[in-house]
C-alpha cells in the first residue's frame, strides 16, 4: 500500500515537472520583427508604428520549386497608439502571432518624429528600455513617411529588414551615409545632450537607398546632409572606410573625371591653444588608386608628375567636402558633431577645463585646419 | 566538533572565493563605478581589488589564530562573549541578505529574459531549493560543485565578448584620472558591492586541509576575480563610454545585446549568457546560504548545520520579496554594502587585529601567517 503511494506521488510529480514550461511560444506562433517603422498620426498627438516581419510559414516550407508562389513572403501592419510599446502589444489584436522584437534589424523614423522633441525623447527612451531589442539594430531617418517604405514589397529582397541590413554590410564601397547603427547613436545622444548623426534612407519605386544623414539637434532635426557635405563630416570623424572621389582632369579639350578609389584612410588630431583661441588640427592621410582615366592617356601615368597632380587634386577635393562640412556645422548650425570637445576632453583635459562649461559658446570659434595628403598606390593593368 | 570527510583543500577555497564573489554584483559593477570615477572605471576597480585583497589576508590572519575555531567562537574570546553573539547574529543575517538579495535579482532578470510569464515566486523558490538540496550535504559538495562550474562560468564569459573587440574605443578610457581622490575613493567603495563574498573566510579556515598555502589560494582568488570584472568592465566602457554606462541599469546584459557573431546562425547569445549566469548566482546563493546556516549552528552549538538548511528557505524567500521593485532591490542593496559590508570587510577586522594585538592572544605557533 505504501509503496502504490509512493508510486503515486511519484508519477504526479513526474507529470507536474517534465510538462515544461508555460512560456514557451513554437516557433510559427512568433513573429520575427525585422523593420520597425516609426510615424506619428496626422494630429501628430499618437505614433503610427509599423511591424514589417517575413512569413515563417513560407520559409518553413522551403525554395521547393516556386510552389509557395501565391504567398505573401513577408508582411507590414501599421497600428496607432499612444506609446510604441502600446503599439506592439495593440497589434496583437490583428495579427494571429506574437511579436519578437529581439531580431529586428532596422528602425526606421518617419521626418514628423524627428522634428518632434517630446516624441523623439520618448522614442528613444522605449528603445533604450526595451529588453527585446539588440543594439546592433539600424536607426534610419526618412523624409517620407516609414510606413511608406515598409508597406512596399521589393523584388530584390521582399524582406525589407534584411534589406537594410544588407545595405549597411558594403557600407566601404561608397562612403554615402555614415555607419553608425544604435549603439554609436545612443552614446552620442547621451554624450553631447541630443546630438547625433543619423543614416538617411529613402525608398525609390522598386527599392530603398541608404544615402546621406539626417543632423540631429537637441533631439530635434536640424538639416540634412547630401552628397559632398555628408562624407566632409565623414572625413572629419573617421568614417570613410572606402568608397571614391571624383576629380577633374585635363582631357582632350574638356575637363573628364577621374575617379580615385579611396583604400586605406589614416587621421590623426591635435589641439593647441594660442592667444586664447583654439587650433584644431585634422591630418588626413588618404590612400588609394586610379581606376580610370581616358584611353588617349595611355602610358602618361608613369610619366612626368601625373600622379602627383593626381594627389594634389585628390586633396584638394578633399579638403573641399570638408570645409563644406565644416561650414555647415560650425557656421550655420552652431553644433560641435565633429567630435572637437570629445577630442579635447579626453586628450587634453586641463584644456577642456577650462573650455568645457560654454563648450556650445565657443565652439564656433574654434579654427579647424584640415590638412590632406593623398597617395595614389595603383593605377591599374596600363601605364 | 569537525566531520573528517567535511574538508576542503587550499585550491577548492580559491575557487569557492572567487564563484562567491562573483554573483549579482557584475551586473551593475560598470555603471556604479562609472557613476563615481567617470572614466577611470578600471583603476578603481584595481583599487577595490587590493583593498579588498588587504582585508581578505587580514581575515585570514585572524582565523590564522585560531585554527580550530570559527568566526562565532574566536571572537567571544576577543570581544566579550555578549557582543559576539550580537555581532555574529548580525553575520548570519548579512550572508541570508546577500543570498536573498541575489536570488532576487536573479529572478528579475530571468524573468525578464527567458520567462516572462513565470510568477517570479516560482524562480525564486525553485533556486532556493535547489541551493537548500546543495547545501544540506555540507562544505565538501559545495567545494566541489564549484570546482564543476567554475570553468563553465568563466571560459564562455571570456570567450563570448570577443566578437565586440573591434567596436571597443580605447579613447573612452580617456582621461586618465583626472577625478578627485574622493571619488576615486568612493568608486572603490562601491566595488566593494562586487566583492563581497571574502568573508567566508571569517568561518572557513577550521576545514580547510592544508591551511599553509591559504595564503596564496586567497590572493589568487581575489585577483582572478579582479580580473575577471575588469575585463567585463573593459568591455563595457570601451563599447558605451562612461557617460552611457552610468545610465544603464545592467551595464553587463546590454553588452550581450552588442554583441554580434560574425558568420554564425546564432543572433542572440542572450539566451547563452543567462543560462551561465544562473551558474554565476547560483554559485553564489548557495555560499552564502551554507554559511548562513553554519554560522547559526555555531551560534546554538549544534552538531550539524543541516538543521538550519530547510528553515532558512522560507525566511529567504520572504526577505527576498520585501522590495517592492527593482528600484527598491539596489536601494537596499546600497545600503547593505555601504554598512554592513564596510563594516565586516573593513572596520572588523581592523577592530578585532587591535584587540588581537592589545590581549596578545591566540595561537602563537602559527605566527608565521
Same mark, same amino acid.
Not at chain 1, 530635434?220 to 563630416?233: C, H, Q, R
Not at chain 1, 586610379?290 to 608613369?302: D, S
Not at chain 2, 555574529?88 to 543570498?99: G, Q
Given at each position: 500500500?505504501?509503496?502504490?503511494?509512493?508510486?503515486?506521488?511519484?508519477?504526479?510529480?513526474?507529470?507536474?515537472?517534465?510538462?515544461?514550461?508555460? *512560456?514557451?511560444?513554437?516557433?510559427?506562433?512568433?513573429?520575427?520583427?525585422?523593420?520597425?517603422?516609426?510615424?506619428?498620426?496626422?494630429?501628430?498627438?499618437?505614433?503610427?508604428?509599423?511591424?514589417?516581419?517575413?512569413?515563417?510559414?513560407?520559409?518553413?516550407?522551403?525554395?521547393?520549386?516556386?510552389?509557395?508562389?501565391?504567398?505573401?513572403?513577408?508582411?507590414?501592419?501599421?497600428?496607432?497608439?499612444?506609446?510604441?510599446?502600446?503599439?506592439?502589444?495593440?497589434?496583437?489584436?490583428? &495579427?494571429?502571432?506574437?511579436?519578437?522584437?529581439?531580431?529586428?534589424?532596422? &528602425?526606421?523614423?518617419?521626418?514628423?518624429?524627428?522634428?518632434?522633441?517630446?516624441?523623439?525623447?520618448?522614442?528613444?527612451?522605449?528603445?533604450?528600455?526595451?529588453?527585446?531589442?539588440?543594439?546592433?539594430?539600424?536607426?534610419?531617418?526618412?523624409?517620407?513617411?516609414?510606413?511608406?517604405?515598409?508597406?512596399?514589397?521589393?523584388?530584390?529582397?521582399?524582406?525589407?529588414?534584411?534589406?537594410?541590413?544588407?545595405?549597411?554590410?558594403?557600407?566601404?564601397?561608397?562612403?554615402?551615409?555614415?555607419?553608425?547603427?544604435?549603439?554609436?547613436?545612443?552614446?552620442?545622444?547621451?554624450?553631447?545632450?541630443?546630438?547625433?548623426?543619423?543614416?538617411?534612407?529613402?525608398?525609390?519605386?522598386?527599392?530603398?537607398?541608404?544615402?546621406?544623414?539626417?543632423?540631429?539637434?537637441?533631439?530635434?532635426?536640424?538639416?540634412?546632409?547630401?552628397?559632398?557635405?555628408?562624407?566632409?563630416?565623414?572625413?572629419?570623424?573617421?568614417?570613410?572606410?572606402?568608397?571614391?572621389?571624383?576629380?577633374?582632369?585635363?582631357?582632350?579639350?574638356?575637363?573628364?573625371?577621374?575617379?580615385?578609389? &579611396?583604400?586605406?584612410?589614416?587621421?590623426?588630431?591635435?589641439?593647441?591653444?594660442?592667444?586664447?583661441?583654439?587650433?584644431?588640427?585634422?591630418?588626413?592621410?588618404?590612400?588609394?588608386?586610379?581606376?580610370?582615366?581616358?584611353?588617349?592617356?595611355?602610358?602618361?601615368?608613369?610619366?612626368? *608628375?601625373?600622379?602627383?597632380?593626381?594627389?594634389?587634386?585628390?586633396?584638394?577635393?578633399?579638403?573641399?567636402?570638408?570645409?563644406?562640412?565644416?561650414?555647415?556645422?560650425?557656421?550655420?548650425?552652431?553644433?560641435?558633431?565633429?567630435?572637437?570637445?570629445?577630442? &579635447?576632453?579626453?586628450?587634453?583635459?586641463?584644456?577642456?577645463?577650462?573650455?568645457?562649461?560654454?563648450?556650445?559658446?565657443?565652439?564656433?570659434?574654434?579654427?579647424?585646419?584640415?590638412?590632406?595628403?593623398?597617395?595614389?598606390?595603383?593605377?591599374?593593368?596600363?601605364? | 566538533?569537525?566531520?573528517?570527510?567535511?574538508?576542503?583543500?587550499?585550491?577548492?577555497?580559491?575557487?569557492?572565493?572567487?564563484?562567491?564573489?562573483?554573483?549579482?554584483?557584475?551586473?551593475?559593477?560598470?555603471?556604479?563605478?562609472?557613476?563615481?570615477?567617470?572614466?577611470?572605471?578600471?583603476?578603481?576597480?584595481?583599487?577595490?581589488?587590493?583593498?579588498?585583497?588587504?582585508?581578505?589576508?587580514?581575515?585570514? #590572519?585572524?582565523?590564522?589564530?585560531?585554527?580550530?575555531?570559527?568566526?562565532?567562537?574566536?571572537?567571544?574570546?576577543?570581544?566579550?562573549?555578549? +557582543?559576539?553573539?550580537?555581532?555574529?547574529?548580525?553575520?548570519?543575517?548579512?550572508?541570508?541578505?546577500?543570498?536573498?538579495?541575489?536570488?532576487?535579482?536573479?529572478?528579475?532578470?530571468?524573468?525578464?529574459?527567458?520567462?516572462?510569464?513565470?510568477?517570479?515566486?516560482?524562480?525564486?523558490?525553485?533556486?532556493?531549493? !535547489?541551493?537548500?538540496?546543495?547545501?544540506? #550535504?555540507?562544505?565538501?559538495?559545495?567545494?566541489?560543485?564549484?570546482?564543476?562550474?567554475?570553468?563553465?562560468?568563466?571560459?564562455?564569459?571570456?570567450?563570448?565578448?570577443?566578437?565586440?573587440?573591434?567596436?571597443?574605443?580605447?579613447?573612452?578610457?580617456?582621461?586618465?584620472?583626472?577625478?578627485?581622490?574622493?571619488?576615486?575613493?568612493?568608486?572603490?567603495?562601491?566595488?566593494? #558591492?562586487?566583492?563581497?563574498?571574502?568573508? +567566508?573566510?571569517?568561518?572557513?579556515?577550521?576545514?580547510?586541509?592544508?591551511?599553509?598555502?591559504?595564503?596564496?589560494?586567497?590572493?589568487?582568488?581575489?585577483?582572478?576575480?579582479?580580473?575577471?570584472?575588469?575585463?567585463?568592465?573593459?568591455?563595457?566602457?570601451?563599447?558605451?563610454?562612461? %557617460?552611457? !554606462?552610468?545610465?544603464?541599469?545592467?551595464?553587463?546584459?546590454?553588452?550581450?545585446?552588442?554583441?554580434?557573431?560574425?558568420?554564425?546562425?546564432?543572433?542572440?547569445?542572450?539566451? +547563452?549568457?543567462?543560462?551561465?549566469?544562473?551558474?554565476?548566482?547560483?554559485?553564489?546563493?548557495?555560499?552564502?546560504?551554507?554559511?548562513?546556516?553554519?554560522?547559526?549552528?555555531?551560534?546554538? %552549538? !549544534?552538531?550539524?548545520?543541516?538543521?538550519?538548511?530547510?528553515?532558512?528557505?522560507?525566511?529567504?524567500?520572504?526577505?527576498?520579496?520585501?522590495?517592492?521593485?527593482?528600484?527598491?532591490?539596489?536601494?537596499?542593496?546600497?545600503?547593505?554594502?555601504? #554598512?554592513?559590508?564596510?563594516?565586516?570587510?573593513?572596520?572588523?577586522?581592523?577592530?578585532?587585529?587591535?584587540?588581537?594585538?592589545?590581549?596578545?592572544?591566540?595561537?602563537?605557533?602559527?605566527?608565521? !601567517?
Amino acid at each position: 500500500m505504501k509503496r502504490k503511494l509512493k508510486i503515486v506521488i511519484l508519477w504526479v510529480l513526474i507529470a507536474l515537472m517534465l510538462t515544461g514550461c508555460w *512560456d514557451k511560444i513554437e516557433i510559427e506562433d512568433r513573429a520575427f520583427v525585422m523593420a520597425i517603422g516609426i510615424d506619428l498620426s496626422s494630429s501628430n498627438k499618437r505614433y503610427v508604428v509599423t511591424f514589417q516581419f517575413p512569413n515563417a510559414a513560407q520559409i518553413t516550407k522551403g525554395t521547393s520549386g516556386g510552389g509557395g508562389g501565391s504567398e505573401k513572403p513577408s508582411f507590414a501592419v501599421s497600428e496607432v497608439a499612444d506609446t510604441i510599446f502600446s503599439a506592439s502589444r495593440h497589434i496583437s489584436t490583428r &495579427i494571429n502571432k506574437a511579436l519578437y522584437l529581439g531580431h529586428t534589424q532596422a &528602425i526606421i523614423f518617419g521626418k514628423d518624429v524627428v522634428e518632434n522633441k517630446d516624441k523623439f525623447q520618448q522614442v528613444l527612451d522605449s528603445l533604450d528600455r526595451s529588453y527585446e531589442l539588440s543594439r546592433k539594430v539600424y536607426l534610419l531617418v526618412t523624409p517620407q513617411k516609414a510606413q511608406d517604405i515598409l508597406l512596399k514589397k521589393y523584388e530584390m529582397e521582399p524582406n525589407t529588414g534584411a534589406y537594410i541590413r544588407d545595405i549597411f554590410k558594403h557600407y566601404n564601397l561608397t562612403s554615402k551615409f555614415p555607419t553608425i547603427d544604435y549603439n554609436k547613436i545612443t552614446k552620442s545622444l547621451h554624450e553631447t545632450n541630443g546630438n547625433a548623426i543619423i543614416p538617411k534612407i529613402i525608398a525609390g519605386k522598386d527599392e530603398i537607398k541608404i544615402a546621406g544623414s539626417a543632423i540631429i539637434k537637441n533631439y530635434k532635426l536640424a538639416g540634412w546632409m547630401e552628397d559632398d557635405e555628408n562624407m566632409g563630416y565623414m572625413w572629419l570623424t573617421g568614417l570613410v572606410k572606402g568608397g571614391d572621389i571624383s576629380i577633374n582632369m585635363p582631357g582632350d579639350g574638356e575637363e573628364i573625371k577621374v575617379p580615385f578609389n &579611396i583604400s586605406n584612410v589614416i587621421r590623426r588630431r591635435d589641439v593647441k591653444e594660442e592667444n586664447g583661441k583654439i587650433i584644431y588640427r585634422v591630418k588626413l592621410e588618404v590612400e588609394g588608386d586610379i581606376t580610370e582615366y581616358t584611353f588617349e592617356k595611355h602610358g602618361e601615368m608613369m610619366k612626368g *608628375d601625373l600622379l602627383n597632380v593626381i594627389e594634389r587634386k585628390t586633396s584638394d577635393e578633399i579638403k573641399k567636402m570638408t570645409q563644406k562640412a565644416i561650414n555647415r556645422f560650425q557656421k550655420e548650425l552652431k553644433v560641435d558633431m565633429l567630435g572637437i570637445g570629445d577630442y &579635447i576632453e579626453k586628450y587634453h583635459p586641463s584644456l577642456w577645463e577650462k573650455v568645457g562649461k560654454d563648450w556650445d559658446k565657443i565652439f564656433p570659434e574654434v579654427e579647424i585646419k584640415v590638412d590632406v595628403t593623398s597617395h595614389v598606390r595603383r593605377i591599374g593593368l596600363f601605364r | 566538533m569537525i566531520k573528517n570527510n567535511d574538508k576542503i583543500s587550499a585550491n577548492q577555497v580559491s575557487i569557492l572565493l572567487f564563484t562567491t564573489m562573483v554573483g549579482a554584483g557584475i551586473l551593475s559593477l560598470p555603471a556604479d563605478v562609472s557613476k563615481e570615477v567617470g572614466p577611470n572605471g578600471l583603476i578603481a576597480i584595481l583599487g577595490g581589488g587590493i583593498a579588498s585583497l588587504f582585508f581578505a589576508r587580514l581575515i585570514l #590572519y585572524l582565523s590564522s589564530k585560531f585554527p580550530t575555531e570559527t568566526f562565532v567562537e574566536y571572537t567571544g574570546k576577543l570581544i566579550t562573549r555578549p +557582543i559576539s553573539i550580537i555581532i555574529s547574529i548580525i553575520l548570519v543575517f548579512y550572508f541570508t541578505i546577500f543570498a536573498s538579495l541575489d536570488v532576487r535579482i536573479f529572478g528579475e532578470v530571468l524573468k525578464i529574459y527567458l520567462l516572462p510569464s513565470t510568477p517570479i515566486e516560482t524562480i525564486i523558490i525553485t533556486m532556493l531549493f !535547489t541551493s537548500a538540496y546543495l547545501v544540506r #550535504y555540507g562544505l565538501e559538495p559545495i567545494a566541489r560543485m564549484s570546482e564543476i562550474l567554475f570553468p563553465i562560468i568563466v571560459i564562455p564569459l571570456v570567450l563570448l565578448f570577443l566578437p565586440t573587440l573591434t567596436d571597443i574605443d580605447l579613447s573612452n578610457f580617456l582621461p586618465f584620472m583626472r577625478v578627485s581622490l574622493v571619488e576615486f575613493f568612493k568608486g572603490m567603495l562601491v566595488t566593494t #558591492y562586487s566583492f563581497v563574498g571574502f568573508e +567566508i573566510l571569517y568561518l572557513l579556515f577550521p576545514y580547510i586541509i592544508n591551511t599553509d598555502k591559504l595564503k596564496r589560494s586567497v590572493n589568487s582568488a581575489i585577483i582572478s576575480t579582479m580580473l575577471f570584472y575588469m575585463y567585463i568592465t573593459f568591455f563595457v566602457v570601451g563599447i558605451f563610454g562612461y %557617460k552611457e !554606462t552610468r545610465e544603464q541599469l545592467w551595464p553587463f546584459l546590454t553588452l550581450i545585446k552588442s554583441i554580434n557573431f560574425p558568420v554564425f546562425f546564432i543572433e542572440n547569445v542572450e539566451g +547563452i549568457v543567462m543560462g551561465i549566469w544562473t551558474f554565476t548566482i547560483f554559485t553564489s546563493i548557495y555560499s552564502f546560504h551554507y554559511f548562513a546556516t553554519l554560522a547559526l549552528s555555531k551560534l546554538l %552549538k !549544534t552538531r550539524e548545520h543541516s538543521y538550519f538548511v530547510l528553515p532558512a528557505v522560507p525566511i529567504m524567500y520572504l526577505m527576498a520579496l520585501i522590495p517592492d521593485s527593482i528600484v527598491t532591490v539596489y536601494k537596499y542593496a546600497g545600503y547593505v554594502s555601504q #554598512y554592513m559590508s564596510v563594516f565586516f570587510i573593513a572596520i572588523l577586522p581592523i577592530l578585532l587585529f587591535i584587540i588581537l594585538k592589545v590581549k596578545r592572544l591566540g595561537d602563537k605557533d602559527e605566527e608565521k !601567517t
